[in-house]
């Protein structure tokens, strides 16, 4: 995989992480709002979805340069067997 994607992964990492601590900081002052507890779940439910789908991301990111690099592995003992 390409360090863009990598990146990507981490800023979704980053924003979700960063984005759990501050709801959790500013709880007090959702809470006292107009339909607050329903603001503070949906806002931890966006945060949860966030998480998923960055880990998600994450394994198939693993996974395909792991699949990459057994593919660059078999081709070079395809091509040295050739030569041989």
Do not use: H
């Not at 980053?14 to 500013?26: G, N, Y």
């Not at 979805?49 to 057994?70: D, E, P």
């Amino acid at each position: 995989m390409s360090n863009i994607v990598w990146m990507s992964i981490g800023l979704i990492w980053l924003v979700s992480a960063i984005s759990l601590f501050e709801i959790w900081r500013s709880r007090q002052t959702i809470l006292a709002g107009t339909n607050g507890r329903a603001q503070f779940q949906v806002r931890i439910a966006l945060n949860i979805v966030l998480m998923i789908a960055a880990a998600f991301l994450t394994a198939y990111a693993l996974g395909a340069s792991s699949g990459k690099a057994r593919a660059l592995a078999e081709n070079r003992a395809d091509a040295a067997m050739r030569i041989n």
